[in-house]
């Protein structure tokens, strides 16, 4: 079965330090991998979809890697800011015909003034 | 283009009584899921749906029903809610396998 895990399990860095979330996955057969954020009492708003055959993905502050072989991604925030404040959660998409998401339980990142 | 639309926002019920939470996309999405998010337990799939017609349960399926008649809907019923059920539901959907998915905004249930 498919375990994901995120560590730290929470984060607290000063404004303008860089900010590095962890995600590993057991099994390497996956999609894609899908980076979310989710504020209180909030939906998850997708940031970054990353496919099983690519190595990075860039979206203006955010960049995540793939490394399918050893199970690992990471997410990297440049310049953080109070308010990248937030829950993030990575998700594997799992390679059966029903596509299913398996979930990390996510790292809780307090950026401070 | 709405999105994934997910009603009501907030719920309260008392043991016993159902109800269903409704989900609809606007994406002609065919891949559909409802989540549930509780402290310390992360988000665990409850059922899921590959398309009209086409449902299977997912981890935590006791005490929930779906059905998908068109591809724009999802609703999930509660038959007989108790207080082990109070939980935040997300509702999500996707285009195909090689796509991200799509959440809505959710429902936060409570039983009493």
């Known amino acids: 079965k498919q375990e994901v895990t995120q560590i730290p399990a929470a984060l607290s860095v000063p404004e303008g330090e860089n900010l590095v979330l962890n995600c590993s996955f057991t099994?390497?057969?996956?999609?894609?991998l899908q980076w979310f954020r989710q504020d209180p009492g909030k939906g998850l708003t997708s940031l970054l979809l990353i496919q099983s055959s690519q190595r990075e993905q860039t979206s203006g502050r955010l960049n995540a890697s793939l490394d399918k072989s050893s199970g690992r991604s990471t997410l990297y925030i440049a310049a953080s800011q109070p308010g990248d404040s937030a829950t993030y959660l990575c998700a594997v998409r799992l390679t059966d015909s029903w596509g299913k998401l398996q979930f990390g339980a996510g790292t809780q990142v307090v950026v401070t003034p | 283009n709405a999105g994934v639309t997910q009603t009501p926002k907030f719920q309260v019920l008392k043991t016993g009584q159902s109800m269903t939470l409704q989900c609809a996309q606007d994406?002609?999405?065919?891949?559909m899921s409802w989540y549930r998010q509780d402290p310390g337990m992360g988000l665990r799939l409850i059922h899921y749906?590959?398309?009209?017609?086409?449902?299977d349960q997912g981890e935590v399926p006791n005490g929930y029903n779906v059905s998908r008649s068109t591809t724009e809907d999802f609703p999930l019923r509660l038959l007989s809610a108790a207080p082990s059920q109070t939980s935040v539901y997300f509702c999500a959907s996707s285009p195909m396998q090689f796509y991200g998915y799509t959440f809505g905004s959710g429902t936060r249930l409570t039983v009493v």
């Open positions: 994406m002609n999405h065919e891949y």
């Open positions: 099994d390497s057969a996956i999609y894609n």
């Open positions: 749906s590959v398309g009209a017609g086409i449902t």
